[in-house]
């Protein structure tokens, strides 16, 4: 299938792919750990955090202008449930997968499965 078969709809899946890749994947990642976007070539990891808000004497204050640099691959790492086991007998080590790690993401995520959830049974009773 050549690449003129797709047409415009195809254009449109390889846009909303890669905004998808930098949003959820690398954006993410930007905003809670840090992202090590420059290497090889720059060894140096990135974060983006910190905080907006309107003061009565100061105005309008925003930190998030200039990113943070912390650590590189030889002195940073993010621990995940795929990480392997280290140690004498890999069973033994346990595995955790964080799904949600604050009352407020516990809020946000109830309210989104509610949220889509009523979307979608409001579709199919149209």
Do not use: C
């Not at 309107?54 to 002195?75: D, K, L, R, Y």
């Not at 516990?106 to 989104?112: C, D, K, N, R, V």
């Amino acid at each position: 299938m050549d690449s003129s078969a797709l047409g415009a709809y195809g254009v449109r899946v390889a846009w909303v792919s890669l905004v998808s890749l930098l949003v959820a994947g690398i954006g993410l990642d930007l905003v809670t750990n840090g992202v090590n976007a420059f290497y090889p070539v720059h060894d140096q990891f990135y974060s983006v955090s910190g905080k907006l808000q309107f003061s009565n004497q100061e105005g309008v204050v925003q930190t998030f202008i200039q990113p943070q640099a912390h650590g590189s691959t030889a002195n940073t790492h993010y621990r995940t449930g795929f990480d392997l086991a280290r140690g004498p007998d890999p069973a033994e080590k346990e595995r955790v997968f964080p799904i949600v790690r604050s009352g407020r993401q516990l809020l946000l995520g109830a309210m989104s499965f509610g949220i889509v959830g009523f979307r979608l049974w409001e579709s199919r009773n149209k």
